[in-house]
C-alpha cells in the first residue's frame, strides 16, 4: 500500500471475496471522519491473515468491506513482552501505544504499591492500541492482560523468557539488545518498594538493567528500553 492508506483491524476472516459489514465505529470512522466514498479501496488485517484490499459499499449510512487481494503475508513478531507499573491514565495511554508501535505482543499492566492508577478500562486500552497498530502498518494487536499485582507476574512468568528488569539508582548494567523472547519490567512513576525490588531479585530470570545516570520518567524509561531490547529480536 502506498503512504496514507487508511488501515482498518477487523474481527472477520480475510480471503478473497469474502464481505462483511463495518462496525457502526469503522463505518462513522471511514465515511464521516476520512470522507470516503462508496467503491473506493482501504486495507483491512485482523491479526492472523496478513493485509488486505477491500473495497466499501455503502449507501452512505452502512458499510460492507469487499475483500480484494492480498497485500501482505502475515509475518511473525518479534517475542518481546511488557510489565509496568499502572501510571496515570495519560502515561498508561502513551505506553500503551507506544508499546505497541514497537511491537509488543503482550502487555502486562502491574498493580505496584506505588501505582497511582487501580482502575483501568481493558476496552479502552485495547481501542488505543487498535490505533496504534493501524497507524503503524502492525499486522497483529498485542495481548493486553488484565492488571495483576508484582507477585502474580512473577509468579506466572515463564521462566525461559528472560526479564530485564529497569532499576533507577542501581549498579547494575546498562540494558543490552534481548537475543531472543524476552520481557521488560518498568516500574510506577514512584519506583518500586524496596520489597518489590527484593522479590524482583529473587527469580534467576530476572535480569537487572539500568538506562543510565538520569532519572527518568516511567514512560520515557518503557520506550526507550523496548527500543534497546527490540533492537537485538
Ligand atoms: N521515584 C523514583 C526515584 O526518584 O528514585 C524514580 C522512579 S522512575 C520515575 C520510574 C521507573 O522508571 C523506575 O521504577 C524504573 O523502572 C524506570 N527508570 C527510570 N529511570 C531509570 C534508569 N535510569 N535506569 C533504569 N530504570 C529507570
Request: proline fraction near 6%; aromatic fraction near 4%; charge should be positive.
Amino acid at each position: 500500500m502506498g503512504h496514507g492508506s487508511i488501515r482498518i483491524f477487523v474481527s472477520a476472516r480475510l480471503a478473497a471475496g469474502a464481505s462483511f459489514a463495518a462496525t457502526a465505529q469503522q463505518a462513522h470512522y471511514l465515511l464521516r471522519v476520512m470522507r470516503r466514498r462508496d467503491g473506493e479501496t482501504v486495507a483491512l488485517f485482523n491479526g492472523d491473515d496478513g493485509e488486505w484490499s477491500a473495497a466499501l459499499a455503502t449507501d452512505g449510512r452502512s458499510l460492507r468491506f469487499t475483500v480484494g487481494e492480498r497485500l501482505r503475508a502475515q509475518a511473525p513478531d518479534a517475542d518481546l513482552w511488557l510489565a509496568f507499573g499502572l501510571l496515570k491514565r495519560d502515561a498508561t495511554d502513551l505506553v500503551m501505544r507506544q508499546a505497541t508501535e514497537l511491537g509488543v505482543t503482550r502487555i502486562c499492566p502491574v498493580l505496584a504499591r506505588r501505582s497511582q492508577g487501580e482502575r483501568v478500562n481493558l476496552a479502552r486500552l485495547q481501542a488505543i492500541a487498535i490505533e496504534a497498530a493501524e497507524q503503524s502498518e502492525r499486522l497483529t494487536l498485542p495481548t493486553i492482560d488484565p492488571p495483576q499485582t508484582l507477585a502474580a507476574l512473577l509468579g506466572t512468568w515463564p521462566p525461559a523468557r528472560p526479564l530485564v528488569a529497569l532499576v533507577e539508582r542501581a549498579h547494575a548494567p546498562l540494558i543490552r539488545p534481548a537475543s531472543g523472547a524476552s520481557g521488560l519490567l518498568v516500574g510506577p512513576e514512584g519506583g518500586f518498594a524496596p520489597e518489590e525490588i527484593a522479590e524482583i531479585g529473587r527469580h534467576r530470570w530476572v535480569v537487572r538493567a539500568s538506562l543510565g545516570p538520569r532519572i527518568l520518567r516511567a514512560e520515557t524509561a518503557a520506550i526507550a528500553g523496548l527500543a534497546q531490547l527490540q533492537a537485538g529480536i
